[in-house]
């Protein structure tokens, strides 16, 4: 044990995406750009729902929180990558790994739980459209949204107490762009079994409540459109919903397959972990955007300009 101590890893080391320098270059130079936009695009949803009033309403409450979420999960991990590739290095010390580690699972846990509520906000909205103004008042909505972040709390402690307190004593090579639980736990100089265990557990008891409610919502949802009668309100009302199932299978599917499995390490690893982390929160502006008549007339009228989205 004292040798543990003794020997104790103070940094790690990145290897990144790709060990090919031509390779490494090329993949600086897009994530760069696919940073940039996925800041300015859910950055600009967010300013033109606070500004204009008009889409001062749970749903669109609900979005601007969503696109906040989308602009951090990236930030978490890119800004770390892209200096690193600047200044020609690898290393990301214990300290600021456990708290990448941490950050991630906040944010997205957080985000999770939070499209799950915009199922039920939808799930309102479609099978009880009288009411939905009383239940989904700004009270509720807030307690809500605040409830998501706080069940985002947990599951980010719920993840970095098993990581914290294994020994590391080298090698310190973490074969990923990011640190992350699993990636960690392999380098542990003991059995990270119980490690590994609760990573499972934790995102299984997560997964299971965000898919409980969404499935619910949405068979609901399904029974409530098949009862109407005309064509054209089937396909108003389900049209409100095809964004928000778009973005949840996006989301959903890489995550499942990252974390609901045995701690097994595949060479297409790092490409959902790409996709999930910084292209989904790219795309997300503009699934909802392209959809979205109201946040395009609203963008138009932020810029003082007409902007074509098409």
């Known amino acids: ?11 790690f080391i990145l290897l990144g995406l790709s060990s090919n320098p031509d ?4 993949i600086f130079v897009l994530l760069l750009v696919i940073y940039l936009l996925t800041v300015a695009g859910n950055l600009l949803i967010v300013v033109t729902i606070y500004v204009d009033s008009r889409l001062h309403s749970p749903m669109y409450f609900f979005l601007s929180n969503l696109s906040f979420l989308d602009l951090s999960l990236p930030s978490v991990i890119l800004p770390k990558f892209l ?16 708290a990448q580690v941490f950050f991630f699972h906040f944010i997205e846990g957080t985000e999770c739980l939070h499209l799950t509520l915009m199922a039920y906000d939808r799930y309102v909205a479609i099978c009880n459209p009288l009411r939905y103004i ?15 972040w706080l069940g985002g709390l947990v599951h980010g402690f719920g993840q970095i107490f098993p990581v914290v307190h294994l020994p590391f004593c080298g090698p310190n090579e973490i ?14 100089c003991s059995s990270s079994f119980t490690s590994e265990t609760a990573d499972i557990v934790n995102s299984g008891i997560l997964t299971l409540i965000c898919s409980s409610v969404l499935f619910i919502s949405y068979a609901h949802i399904i029974a409530t459109i098949l009862k109407v009668n005309s064509a054209e309100g089937k396909k108003k009302a389900f049209s409100t919903c095809v964004s928000h199932l778009v973005v949840v299978t996006l989301f959903f599917g890489p995550l499942v397959f990252m974390y609901m499995r045995p701690p097994v390490t595949f060479a297409a690893d790092k ?7 910084i292209v989904t929160p790219l795309l997300n502006p503009f699934i ?4 979205n008549e109201e946040v395009k007339k609203a963008m138009k009228k932020l810029g003082g300009r007409k902007v074509s989205f098409r």
Do not use: G, W
């Open 1 to 11: 044990m004292e040798v543990r101590n003794e020997t104790r890893v103070t940094q």
């Open 23 to 26: 390779l490494q270059n090329i």
């Open 83 to 98: 200096v690193n590739f600047v200044l020609r290095r690898k290393t990301i010390s214990f300290q600021d790994c456990i």
């Open 134 to 148: 009383t239940i989904m008042n700004k009270r509720v909505c807030l307690l809500l949204v605040v409830s998501t």
């Open 175 to 188: 074969n990923h762009f990011y640190c992350d639980t699993h990636p960690l736990s392999v380098l542990a």
């Open 271 to 277: 490409l959902f972990s790409v996709f999930y982390t």
């Open 288 to 291: 909802y955007t392209l959809r």
